[in-house]
């Protein structure tokens, strides 16, 4: 399958062939299956650890598109036609931070990234990583910070300098442990953890990578797409500055980049949020918070890439919406280009060395207007960063069944209740008679 | 608390989170002796018009039987809508306490030292009860009371609950609150079906659908007059302390208002009697007392009724209840537009309830209008379900389809029932209501909170559809029976002037100096008459049914 695409379905089901139609159905129903039998039909996923297990590279190759002749032959899948999204996920020398290149065919040698443990460990931009045929687009994101503001306001928003900041947390100077696990019971979905874990706080990044889109059971129920990378983080027993004041909330600190891409001018990188109707996998939820680079609009022909969430955090572990509070930025918007702003120092600096096109910074603000949560013992919030378009929800069967049986019935009823009416009537007005009682 | 027309504590539930509470017509109990009786023409006692206490004004202003009447002649006009006044009273105390929980919430947290959990059992501890007890207490008015001493006793009630929540206030005693808002739940609903019996007794045949629409609007009234001057009146007796002593003395003052219905209640008994005095109305009791089993005995359309009422009322209350977070999170409107939003049901409610009631009585029609507003509801939450249009533009239809629905809805239940089922019938009616909203107040939230507002906006369309799909079934069922409750304004004027002609033909006293047929046959025929004779003469055999009532007899149709 080629990217970027989007999701995968329904155009092309639309109007694919019988045959296609069936193949496809067969597909769903494997995909519904693979948890049970283990089977993954989008992606494949070669994931190393390299360096001293101090950088994880996840490689996701497309498989052929079905539509093409080259499906009949299943081992032309890493050859022919798959595109390939490598993501490298590192907490070396920085916070947790992931980096995803793109190239378009898979079958090209070049694509297969050359990694200089010792210029990687010296921060090598030259170096450390490189590809024999340059990627046509990536981009990074990297959480470097959390901060600690006061809250006073009960606005949930952390907004400088109207609003005091406690303490800030910087990530990059913390000593991280690093783990990449193919689970048993997933074999294809990858994750990689960076963990903090000290004697007061606890920070664990997670990042995941599937072969096939799936939807997390637990809130927020997002999409997890095969094209993007998940990354989840998770805070607790965050160590509040007492002195400061007892209504404080927290903000991540989130930096964002691209490269190789077409060149753009900075600031035209714009966050939207998309509405949905369906709230049934995230409750409360109607929006996306999502960031197309380069711009869709400006450059309708390039390859593409997002940032995107839901804007919802958790204070509890249980993850309901009562404890749900919003991940919002001010403005719902990045801050202003700086062109001070760097990236930290780490793989995606490496790698977008003298290719970066793009640099942003926002504080991600968890807290929804007068909630009355301070100082919250956990946080869990997560983004998703990927290829091609960010995956959208889509009203369920179960909610097209309702609807249908709901409104159907009475709407049939009426219809045939009229009909009846109507003959009853003129049946009594061809005959002339009106009952005497 | 009362629930008339209908709303019941789910609405008081959501309207106790902030918005007022709004109560409901409420259909009245029935009245009921059943057998009231009222003076013709002639002076004679003839049988009432089924629903009417007192007839029509005309007939009864040219009565010659009572020549000194005094100020106060129930048969004059005026003399009906001064009754509407002192029943519109009847409730207003009932309505205002009510909400005041909602009113003091804060303020009553901190004076009574309770969590929102504790809080929150003030209306609870109202509501759950009246899932059974506004039947019995439609019972009792039909049974054993009749709707003036039903009143009275209700009333009692809720001033006595009041009077125990401010004792309780006063005492730094929270449960004794609790207790207090039972004793106020006993006596509330019941009273809104005494209320609307009242309704019913005074109304039917003239401005019924109006007067409910504008017990609707007193209902919003009184809730919306709490939630603004408790607040003040609290903090006028800040010189009190300690708090729950100020709370105290703020419960003591909304207990005026418990005490002014009562003395509504009291007025509306004299006024009761007098009217029983001058028209000579029946007091002995009915000839035909109901009973608890006659609940089975119901006939469909009633039981349709029930299902529109609950089906409908699910619909829109829990969803204002819920609405709040809902209009902030999809429409990203702040929390004063939010609030803003939430209310404007009740507004117009208040508003347009005796406008719509009296278009129903122009053009009749109920189930018509029952339909309309039903199917547009539907169409108001699909609005909001699958489209980001306005949500001003959905709540504001919204607002009007349910003002039309009460002014419509609840007066169809005295076309259904006899008069000595009617509180018994309206009792039941609130009571699978309030159980309809207890009940789906509850599963709403849990709704939400898993599977989000697009569930649960479909969840209410269902709803509100399946009091469309009830509807469609009464309208059928009732074509087929000859359209009773959807006749025109026209045709109900018409039938209830041949069935008042009938009822002055059967109760005409025989003449002294002539024989019975004699006199039947020196009377006009009615057009039933006559037709019966021109079937007969063409040798036609008149219906069974017909051959043992009296304009059947035998030498009428020579």
């Not at chain 1, 400088?160 to 689970?183: A, F, G, K, M, N």
């Not at chain 1, 989840?232 to 027993?237: A, C, R």
């Not at chain 2, 018509?368 to 489209?387: E, L």
């Amino acid at each position: 399958m080629r990217l970027p695409a989007t999701s995968r379905s329904s155009p092309a089901a639309a109007s694919a062939p019988p045959s296609t139609m069936m193949l496809m159905m067969m597909m769903m129903l494997v995909l519904m299956l693979s948890p049970l039998l283990l089977v993954s039909a989008d992606r494949r996923i070669v994931a190393s650890m390299e360096c001293s297990s101090s950088l994880a590279v996840v490689r996701s190759i497309g498989l052929p598109n079905p539509d093409s002749a080259d499906a009949a032959n299943a081992d032309a899948a890493n050859t022919m036609g798959g595109d390939l999204i490598t993501s490298f996920w590192s907490s070396l020398g920085s916070a947790p931070s992931l980096a995803v290149a793109y190239h378009p065919n898979a079958s090209d040698p070049g694509t297969v990234p050359t990694i200089d443990c010792d210029a990687l460990a010296r921060f090598d931009a030259a170096k450390a990583i490189t590809f024999g045929t340059q990627p046509s687009f990536m981009s990074a994101v990297v959480i470097d910070k959390l901060i600690e503001f006061d809250d006073k306001g009960q606005t949930g928003l952390y907004d400088p300098p109207s609003t005091r900041t406690c303490s800030v947390l910087d990530l990059t100077s913390l000593t991280w442990e690093s783990q990449l696990t193919v689970p048993k019971n997933k074999p294809f979905t990858t994750t990689a953890v960076a963990s903090y874990l000290s004697k007061y706080t606890n920070i664990t990044v997670q990042f995941t990578v599937t072969p096939s889109t799936f939807r997390n059971g637990n809130p927020p129920g997002d999409l997890i797409s095969e094209n993007a990378v998940k990354i989840d983080l998770f805070v607790s027993n965050f160590t509040y500055t007492k002195s400061c004041s007892n209504t404080t909330k927290l903000a991540a600190g989130l930096v964002f980049a691209d490269g190789n891409g077409p060149v753009a001018t900075p600031n035209q990188l714009v966050m939207s949020a998309p509405s949905s109707i369906d709230d049934e996998y995230t409750p409360t939820i109607f929006h996306m918070v999502q960031i197309d680079v380069p711009p869709a609009k400006v450059y309708p022909q390039s390859t593409h890439g997002f940032l995107s969430w839901k804007p919802i955090a958790f204070t509890d572990t249980g993850r309901s919406i009562a404890n749900g509070g919003f991940a919002r930025t001010i403005n719902d918007e990045f801050n202003p280009f700086n062109p001070n702003d760097t990236l930290p120092q780490s793989v995606p600096s490496l790698l977008l060395d003298g290719r970066l096109r793009d640099l942003r910074t926002a504080n991600i603000s968890f807290g929804t207007p007068e909630d009355g949560i301070y100082q919250p013992p956990v946080l869990l919030w997560g983004l998703s960063i990927g290829i091609g378009a960010a995956p959208t929800d889509d009203i369920s069967v179960a909610v097209l069944l309702a609807i249908s049986f709901g409104f159907g019935v009475p709407g049939v009823l009426l219809i045939v209740g009229s009909i009846i009416t109507f003959f009853r009537r003129a049946r009594a007005r061809r005959s002339g008679y009106t009952a005497i009682n | 608390m009362e629930s008339t027309d209908n709303e019941s504590l789910l609405s008081r539930s959501a309207m106790s989170q902030g918005q007022g509470k709004g109560q409901p017509n409420k259909p009245r109990a029935g009245s009921s002796s059943s057998g009231e009786r009222q003076l013709s023409r002639s002076g004679s006692l003839i049988k009432p018009i089924p629903g009417s206490p007192i007839g029509d004004d005309d007939d009864l202003e040219s009565g010659p039987i009572e020549p000194d009447v005094g100020c106060c002649d129930p048969r004059k006009w005026w003399f009906r809508w001064m009754m509407l006044v002192f029943i519109s009273f009847l409730g207003f105390g009932s309505y205002f306490v009510y909400d005041i929980p909602a009113a003091l919430e804060s303020d009553i947290e901190h004076a009574m030292n309770v969590n929102v959990a504790q809080y929150s059992l003030l209306y609870a501890l109202y509501s759950w009860p009246n899932v059974i007890l506004c039947f019995f207490g439609g019972f009792l008015i039909d049974r054993v009371l009749g709707v003036a001493w039903g009143s009275i006793l209700f009333a009692g009630f809720v001033l006595l609950g009041q009077a125990v929540v401010a004792i309780g206030a006063q005492s730094n005693l929270f449960w004794l609150m609790l207790a207090g808002r039972f004793i106020f739940g006993i006596g509330g609903e019941s009273l809104a079906v005494a209320q609307n019996n009242y309704v019913v007794r005074w109304f039917k045949g003239k401005e019924l659908n109006m007067v409910f629409g504008i017990q609707l609007s007193f209902s919003r009234v009184g809730s919306t007059v709490n939630l603004n001057i408790m607040k003040p009146v609290f903090d006028s007796f800040s010189n009190i302390t300690p708090a729950y002593s100020q709370l105290g003395a703020a419960m003591w003052f909304a207990a005026l208002f418990c005490g002014l219905s009562l003395s509504c209640a009291v007025i509306l008994l004299f006024l009761e009697r007098r009217t029983d005095r001058v028209i000579k109305r029946d007091v002995g009791g009915s000839d035909e007392k109901v009973n608890l089993k006659d609940v089975k005995d119901f006939p469909l359309s009633l039981w349709l009724l029930f299902i529109i009422c609950v089906g409908y009322y699910v619909g829109v209350f829990p969803f204002i209840g819920l609405a709040l977070v809902f209009f902030e999170s999809k429409y990203s409107v702040d929390s004063a537009t939010s609030h803003a939003l939430t209310s404007i049901v009740y507004i117009i409610s208040a508003a347009a309830s005796p406008v719509f009631g009296l278009l129903v009585d122009r053009t009749g029609r109920n189930l018509t209008w029952v339909i309309a507003a039903t199917a547009v509801t539907v169409g108001c939450h699909v609005m909001m379900a699958f489209t980001f249009i306005n949500p001003y533009v959905p709540i504001i239809i919204m607002g009007f389809a349910y003002s039309v629905l009460a002014c419509a809805l609840w007066p169809i239940v005295s076309l259904v029932v006899p008069e000595h089922q009617l509180g018994t019938a309206y009792g039941f009616m609130q009571s699978v209501q309030n159980l309809g909203l207890a009940v789906v107040a509850q599963g709403a939230g849990i709704l939400v909170n898993s599977n989000g507002y697009l569930w649960l906006e479909i969840f209410f369309s269902i709803c509100v559809a399946l009091s469309v799909l009830a509807s469609i079934l009464l309208w059928l069922v009732d074509d087929a029976s000859g359209g009773k409750l959807n006749a025109s304004a026209k045709t109900r004027k018409r039938e209830a002037a041949e069935k008042e002609r009938a009822a002055l033909i059967a109760a005409a006293p025989p003449s002294p100096s002539s024989s019975p047929s004699m006199g039947n046959r020196m009377r006009p025929r009615t057009p039933v008459e006559l037709r019966n004779r021109f079937l007969t003469r063409l040798g036609i055999e008149k219906p069974v049914n017909l051959r043992s009532l009296p304009l059947a007899q035998p030498s009428l149709l020579r």
